[in-house]
């Protein structure tokens, strides 16, 4: 099964800061690949699918990149209401596998 | 929308049972639905998923004791664990997605507990 790996685990960052999320897959998926956003106690949100189309409704200040193995998130300028756990994860086949999350904290 | 409803709290060895309810969608519709979970301070795991019509996938992870059923005369898709343990303690999920789609819509979750 394809394993996904994000890097880092945690990090913390100013307000206005350019945060960059790296997300690794084991074997190329194209670009089925989704960012989601979960913030204490609630359920996650898509951000990103297909590695670089904004969900309806998620601030420009997110974007998505990359295709086969290497991906990203960026958050342009962090905000506080950004702060969350990020997941990465590869719908192509199954296993629909999850990358093992990125806390941000501002 | 979704909506996970559960017992709360499972005895060891036991079985946990989960009810996903659809609204504003029809369970027939061309969705997958997809049982997803959390235990606590981790990450996102996938449990498995199904289609209208009984076609299940399962993670490798789960698929010697899971079961999904859907039950369309309610419009609602149900999560069956069986032999659970204190490992099996999490939020659990319902989520959806349109065929070779991201999941676009979550339940708010439900805690499950596996205690004596």
């Known amino acids: 099964d394809i394993q996904m790996t994000q890097s880092p685990s945690s990090l913390s960052a100013s307000v206005g800061d350019r945060v960059t999320i790296t997300c690794r897959a084991s074997q190329g998926i194209g670009t089925y690949l989704a960012w989601f956003q979960q913030k204490p106690g609630k359920a996650p949100q898509l951000l990103i699918y297909g590695a670089s189309t904004l969900q309806s409704g998620v601030p420009t200040r997110f974007s998505g990149g990359g295709s086969g193995t290497d991906f990203t998130l960026t958050i342009s300028s962090l905000q506080p209401e950004d702060v969350a756990t990020y997941f990465c994860?590869?719908?192509?086949?199954?296993?629909?596998?999850f990358g093992q999350g990125t806390k941000v904290e501002v | 929308q979704l909506q996970e409803s559960g017992p709360g709290l499972v005895k060891p060895s036991g079985t946990l049972s989960l009810t996903c309810a659809v609204s504003?969608?029809?369970?027939?519709?061309?969705?997958?639905w997809s049982w997803v979970r959390q235990p606590p301070g981790k990450g996102l795991e996938w449990i498995g998923e199904i289609y209208h019509s009984g076609i299940t996938n399962y993670s490798p992870f789960f698929t010697s004791r899971v079961r999904l059923s859907v039950d369309r005369s309610n419009n609602q898709f149900s999560l069956d664990l069986n032999s659970v343990t204190a490992a099996d303690t999490a939020v659990y999920y319902c989520?959806?997605?349109?065929?070779?789609?991201?999941?676009?819509?979550w339940g708010q979750g439900t805690v499950i507990t596996v205690s004596s």
């Open positions: 994860q590869k719908y192509d086949i199954v296993p629909k596998t």
């Open positions: 989520t959806t997605n349109r065929p070779f789609g991201a999941f676009h819509i």
């Open positions: 504003g969608d029809s369970i027939s519709s061309h969705n997958w």
